[in-house]
């Protein structure tokens, strides 16, 4: 039995399961899975071995046992009218019980709450303070505001946009430069046609429950997993069989069908949470918002979940424009649309948002990366499938070896973890608090070789950012199926190569005589047969002289005769392989990358006179909405035009920068450009020479004003370090930066 525990105790303690319940990443599996599992599987369930929790959930039943009895000793002695010192003694005893068994529960809450009670509540202050100052400061906000918003619909503020902007500008450099990667453009309102063939018309859906009488929709899912949750942390009389289950059922979820989940909804009673009404039946829901192009309404179109299919569509002419050369890889930035059926926490799951994806094609009989080499020792936390079953959690580990064991499935989709690695760390996204996770088996697409999700910790848990999956052909080959245009490579040799090849020769002027009309399918169905079914028609034929046929465009079993069709082995020159490229595809959450790297670039610290807390986000350069700010230490003609001076100097340089002449104390000033992540501060406190403040150390250093614009811009475009600079620069000491 399956029985991943660490999934189950991340979704325990943060409350809350990244995962999408059915995307785009195991749109078939699980839709298929969902119709071949039965309710048998589900309930034939062995409770997990003992753990910490369940000892203690056991230990406080059978203390609760013991506290009942004991009172009904005392009233019995009581009711029996025994003496003083005996009834004192039972109660003594009694309390002794309850004390014990309250020390239980405070360990039992401890264990259900992570073994840090404080924390959870830790977190939403945390998270109330950054979004709070996000929200304030117009990194981003409730899209529609004034007309009291839309759920899961957000703008980006002018830092918010400068923040992505920076973040796509870098993904641009890292990826596509590096990489040569061919970047396309598509629209996002895409036939159905090209939806139907990735299989998004039909597959693409999450399980949604209907409150009865209000018409209030909710994820079926979303709604199991917030009861069993809130019955774990909240619910300490829950026996350890019963916890046992409820965690049981959190591992499952995904794998649940919707006769499963709506069998567990009503079991447990679940009600619908705002108004407590009874729910319907869960029923799929499908996520892509939908449209028709055009007046007329005949030509039905969505507008794209992904922006993958975009770059499919266009592989012919991609590898043609490549010099019809593999390996290569294609990129797309762009607007995706999920109709989320409840999007909550924020910029993770909202209803339109940016993806960056890229598709490297590979033949699937070599995923070497020439570039492997470069991240083959990096090192980080990786979550292989088997360390989730057993409990264990995500260890540092050298990537070379996850390669070399096979643990991650070939030298490519390595290279891509590693790169993706290096991305997001460069970003400012805490090493330690991203990890590699790899899909499990009932995660992942039947078709794929293997996926890995790069998931940020941040106050709502481990948060799926980037997924990384080795999709083998299966993009590419159902397309070629319902558009009709081989989407093939070739791999020309240099010498021709002698295969022996299995050759189907339909008679056609027998199966003329015997099908007339039906003859052109039969044909064609012949043609068609596998390898295997041919030369099974072929022993039959010999040894039977006839065999029933089936041809699915007629629908029914002919007659097929000895003298119908030829089969035989032959001898052939080759002079190319044709193929289906295997695809390796990263997919980025470009919001809620950005999301996690505000959460881990938001501090706050005590104000000089220590009377408030004020916010910074410690975002490196490169990231910054604003670079730089220049303030006139007081208002001055002379400093303000110093300070205009090197402000053409910071555009002339190409540094985003704000130069603020109010009069407000320098303090002041400070905190609020720290509140933006503005990384320097430049002060002109003379007409020779200024200040540069580093925004965290909050240290200065004197530079002449002709050299202010060009140090700045060293250590934003990352040719120097701070630390240097503050090496070479005479110090500021005129007491700190903040006076
Ligand atoms: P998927 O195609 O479902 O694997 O999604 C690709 C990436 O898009 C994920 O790794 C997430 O980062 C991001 N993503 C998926 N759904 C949403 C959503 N509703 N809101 C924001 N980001 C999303």
Redesign the pocket.
Known sequence: MRFPFALISSSVSFGLNSS?RL???HLYPLSSKSQRSTLTTFFNWQPPMATAEESLRRALADKQSAVEAQGNAVRALKAAKASKPEIDAAIEALNGLKLEKSSIEKQLQAAVSGNDGDAALSREAFRQAAVNTLERRLFYIPSFKIYRGVA?LYDYGPPGCAVKSNVLAFWRQHFVLEENMLEVDCPCVTPEVVLRASGHVDKFTDLMVKDEKTGTCYRADHLLKDFCNEKLQKDLSVSAEKAAELKHVLATLDDLSAEELGAKIKEYGITAPDTKNPLSDPYPFNLMFQTSIGPSGLSPGYMR??TAQGIFVNFKDLYYYNGNKLPFAAAQIGQ?F?N?IS?RQG?????E?T?AEIEHFVDPEDKSHPKYSEVVNLEFLMFPREEQMSGQSAKRTRLGDAVSKGTVNNETLGYFIGRVYLFLTCLGIDKDRLRFRQHLANEMAHYAADCW?AEIECSYGWI????IADRSAYDLRAHTEKSGVPLVAAEKFLEPREVEKLAIAPVKKELGLAFKGNQKKVVEALEAMSEKEALEMKAALESKGEVEFYVCTLGKNVPIKKNMVSISKEIKKEHQRVFTPSVIEP???I???IYCLFEHSFYTRPSKAGDEQLNVFRFPPLVAPIKCTVFPLVQNQQYEHVAKVISKSLTAAGISHKIDITGTSIGKRYARTDELGVPFAITVDSTKDVTIRERDSKLQVRVDVEEAASVVKSVTDGHRTWEDVWANYPHHTSGSADD
Request: net charge positive; charged share 30%.
């Open positions: 999408s995307t785009s990443r899961g979940p992904e995706a999920r989320e999007p910029l993770l799951r909202v209803r948002f993806l999700d799926e950012c980037v997924g997919s980025f959450g919001g809620r990358i």
